[in-house]
T-cell receptor, first 112, second 115 residues
Framework: QQQVKQSPQSLIVQKGGISIINCAYE??????FPWYQQFPGKGPALLIA?????SEKKEGRFTISFNKSAKQFSLHIMDSQPGDSATYFC???????????FGSGTKLNVKP | KAGVTQTPRYLIKTRGQQVTLSCSPI?????VSWYQQTPGQGLQFLFE???????NKGNFPGRFSGRQFSNSRSEMNVSTLELGDSALYLC??????????????FGPGTRLLVL
């Protein structure tokens, strides 16, 4: 059973546009929700993370929106740039251990 | 600080063989996690080690095992390789303070191809 569902699978956005990636989870015990960015040939790198006690977190051009009642969270990339072209993964974890459940990934392509 | 290093970067094995992958975490990090990444299944958690003890385990068969040494370096072993084990194996380290909300720093991975 997939614990975290991510959509869309791929996304094409024009330079300067807004990229939106969505994730949904089932387990209400999850209490930490990070987003990772992965470039080809590299391991994932943490982009931004949120806890369920806040509804939004912004870091530069990246914003996480969190809807606890709907069990959904999303990543918004404002003013998308070609350098943002990568695969993005949402994830979730619970408790004190580092066991993360990842979404299936979204391949973002920002057209110049 | 140096990042997470994984060796080897690429590996080709045949079915039935076994393989050992190595991971050196960031200096000072005590938690090491392993993930399998495939196009079909995405990133799947294998196990986490903290202070030489396996703290968490994912839903993988017993052919997948690991260990952690006193210097926090970790190895994972896959015995009796199957074609479906072809994947990118990622190691991630974190301080291991026990908050469960730590940033995981991933290595570049080991690409394993089973023929």
């Amino acid at each position: 059973q997939q614990q975290v569902k991510q959509s869309p699978q791929s996304l094409i956005v024009q330079k300067g546009g807004i990229s939106i990636i969505n994730c949904a989870y089932e387990n209400t015990a999850f209490d930490y929700f990070p987003w990772y960015q992965q470039f080809p040939g590299k391991g994932p790198a943490l982009l931004i993370a949120i806890r369920p006690d806040v509804s939004e977190k912004k870091e530069g051009r990246f914003t996480i929106s969190f809807n606890k009642s709907a069990k959904q969270f999303s990543l918004h990339i404002m003013d998308s740039q070609p350098g943002d072209s990568a695969t993005y993964f949402c994830a979730a974890s619970m408790g004190i251990f580092n066991k993360f459940y990842f979404g299936s990934g979204t391949k973002l392509n920002v057209k110049p | 600080k140096a990042g997470v290093t994984q060796t080897p970067r690429y590996l080709i094995k045949t079915r039935g063989q076994q393989v050992t992958l190595s991971c050196s975490p960031i200096s000072g990090h005590r938690s090491v996690s392993w993930y399998q990444q495939t196009p079909g299944q995405g990133l799947q958690f294998l196990f986490e080690y903290f202070s030489e003890t396996q703290r968490n385990k994912g839903n993988f068969p017993g052919r997948f095992s690991g260990r952690q040494f006193s210097n926090s370096r970790s190895e994972m072993n896959v015995s009796t390789l199957e074609l479906g084990d072809s994947a990118l194996y990622l190691c991630a380290s974190s301080p291991g303070r026990g908050t469960g909300q730590e940033t995981q720093y991933f290595g570049p991975g080991t690409r394993l191809l089973v023929l």
